[in-house]
């Protein structure tokens, strides 16, 4: 039975890659920061252990690697992410601000995947994905602005590239995967898509990850993005 750790599963697009996986038999371990705030996880059937998280803390991410000594993952998918203020323009950035968000949409990451490596050695299928954003591209952007949220999906585009080439040898594959405009918390009402037709689009990119296309940033449908 394959295993995925995944981070942020308290609500949206992280509770739905719980259920689509726990529905096809994997063992899911699912951490959120606050398990007695987990209500969406109760109702979600099959082999999913919730366990308490939070990826911009060092200590925290230490007690849980810890305490799943030994264990394998076969997939490590890094979906906690925050946005941070909107409509920010040059005079207003508070820096205080972009540095959590930082910590969080980057560090975070590169923190886990750094702890879990041990974990993800020992699974069969090494692959490793974080959820990022066109925003996070170059290329798209067109219209300026969302300094905070931009950059940090940018620098976290270049960490799993970087991670991705480094890792190929062992094995390895890694991408950095757009989910869409979704109708979550964060991307509200408005959005273009549900997060089951999001991460059912996800799974099949990540099921589609070899050493041979490592490296690379898709959109949820599987169409390259330019970085």
């Known amino acids: 039975m394959p295993s995925v750790l995944i981070t942020g599963c308290s609500r949206g697009i992280g509770v739905e890659f719980v259920r689509q996986y726990a529905a096809e038999g994997w063992t899911v371990y699912a951490t959120v920061r606050d398990a ?21 803390d060092p200590a925290s991410v230490a007690i849980l690697a810890e305490r799943m000594r030994g264990v394998p993952i076969d997939l490590l998918i890094n979906n906690a992410g925050v946005y941070g203020p909107r409509n920010l323009r040059v005079g207003n950035v508070p820096y205080p601000v972009w540095q959590d968000v930082l910590a969080v949409n980057v560090l975070g990451p590169m923190r886990v995947i ?3 490596i041990e974990h993800l050695r020992l699974g069969a299928q090494k692959k490793i994905v974080a959820l990022t954003s066109k925003m996070g591209s170059m290329a798209d ?6 300094y905070i949220y931009r950059s940090s999906k940018a620098a976290l585009n270049a960490t799993i590239k970087s991670v991705a080439l480094d890792l190929r040898p062992e094995g390895f594959s890694a991408a950095v995967l757009h989910p869409g405009w979704v109708r979550t918390e964060m991307g509200g009402p408005s959005a273009l898509i549900e997060p089951r037709e999001s991460v059912t689009g996800m799974r099949r990119v990540i099921d589609g990850l070899t050493p041979q296309t490592t490296g690379r940033f898709y959109n949820y449908d599987g169409k390259e993005i330019p970085w």
């Open 114 to 116: 750094e702890t879990f």
């Open 36 to 56: 007695e705030r987990a209500e969406a996880l109760v109702s979600v059937r099959g082999e999913v252990v919730v366990l308490e998280l939070d990826v911009a």
């Open 141 to 146: 952007n067109t219209s300026g602005g969302t």
